[in-house]
């Protein structure tokens, strides 16, 4: 179980998906919760990093990472097996202008369609996040960004849920870069007037009226 969540630490780590102690993971079997230690490194995760709890809040708790009130009301509301929390930079910065992430690229599209984004007063692990988040992990949403802090994506395994988070930043940054080009196309180009060709006196786009009807 540690090899597969330092895989996956490492990877989010080095797509700059978290910062040195950000972001956390869990995965769910059966009653149980495999869940990274409070402020542990994703990217270099040891042994005694993985804390594991119940379903329902115990000793070990103040072990855990402290979005863990969060992973617990996603896996009673939903049927994931694995949760991965990130900050991806450009997830954020668009949760704080936009309703609602829809990726304009094709992948994205394809991937997770779009990502609800939810306010609330207090984002880290507060009861607020552990009972508005879950409701917009139904169906086919598969991931959501709480306003200014970060992702929260479910799947059947870390790796899923990892690709999701993913895809998410890689359409914001598609959606930024579309933004900061003013997001239009670049103009037509003008048509060149030949230096040595006389220019005409009839404009562009008139046709010349065929006489041909007058001639005898």
Do not use: W
């Amino acid at each position: 179980m540690l090899d597969e969540f330092k895989r996956i630490g490492c990877f989010l780590f080095q797509e700059g998906l978290v910062d040195s102690h950000g972001g956390n993971m869990s995965t769910r079997q059966e009653d149980k919760i495999y869940i990274t230690r409070r402020d542990t490194m994703l990217g270099d995760l040891r042994e005694g990093d993985i804390i594991e709890v119940g379903l329902e809040p115990g000793e070990s708790d103040k072990q855990a990472s402290r979005e863990l009130p969060t992973h617990r009301a996603i896996y009673r509301a939903t049927g994931a097996k694995a949760i991965v929390h990130a900050h991806p930079t450009r997830a954020i910065a668009v949760s704080i202008t936009d309703n609602k992430i829809i990726p304009q690229d094709a992948e994205g599209l394809h991937v997770f369609r779009s990502a609800a984004i939810v306010r609330v007063h207090n984002p880290i692990g507060s009861d607020e996040v552990g009972r508005l988040l879950p409701t917009f992990l139904q169906g086919s949403s598969v991931v959501a960004v709480v306003k200014g802090h970060g992702s929260f994506a479910i799947g059947q395994d870390l790796e899923e849920a990892y690709k999701y988070t993913s895809c998410l930043e890689q359409s914001c940054k598609v959606l930024v870069a579309i933004r900061s080009s003013g997001g239009a196309r670049p103009p037509a180009p003008r048509e060149r007037i030949q230096p040595d060709r006389p220019r005409s006196a009839i404009p562009p786009g008139i046709g010349v009226m065929d006489r041909s009807r007058y001639r005898r």
